[in-house]
Nanobody, 122 residues
Framework: QVQLQQSGPGLVKPSQTLALTCTVSGGSITTYPYYWSWIRQPPGKGLEWIGYIAYNGSTYYSPSLKTRTSISRDNAKNTVYLQMNSLKPEDTAVYYC??????????????WGQGTLVTVSS
């Protein structure tokens, strides 16, 4: 069973860089056809998709965040990373790691990390 464990700071100052980690257990991040996304939810607002890194290492980002965001991975550590630069107060949100894929029994699978509240404030 795939499980996602997030880690990272809860408070970041404006203009600084956010770095979050999503450690995966119960499955490999290189397994076809899994996609590993980062999604956030600002206070009182809906979910906003940030981007993903696919099983083959390809990445895709939300156009509105593309210039400030990088998603990477360490296959040996089975870990996915989010880096977001030049943070602003409006980047304050709960950030989630998310996995989507299809199992060997052809069942759709979606798993969420526990979420990390990131507050951007001086």
């Amino acid at each position: 069973q795939v499980q996602l464990q997030q880690s990272g700071p809860g408070l970041v100052k404006p203009s600084q860089t956010l770095a979050l980690t999503c450690t995966v257990s119960g499955g490999s991040i290189t397994t076809y056809p899994y996609y590993w996304s980062w999604i956030r939810q600002p206070p009182g607002k809906g979910l906003e998709w940030i981007g993903y890194i696919a099983y083959n290492g390809s990445t895709y980002y939300s156009p509105s965040l593309k210039t400030r965001t990088s998603i990477s991975r360490d296959n040996a550590k089975n870990t996915v990373y989010l880096q977001m630069n030049s943070l602003k107060p409006e980047d304050t949100a709960v950030y989630y790691c998310n996995a989507r894929g299809v199992t060997t029994t052809l069942e759709f699978l979606e798993v969420w990390g526990q979420g990390t509240l990131v507050t951007v404030s001086s």
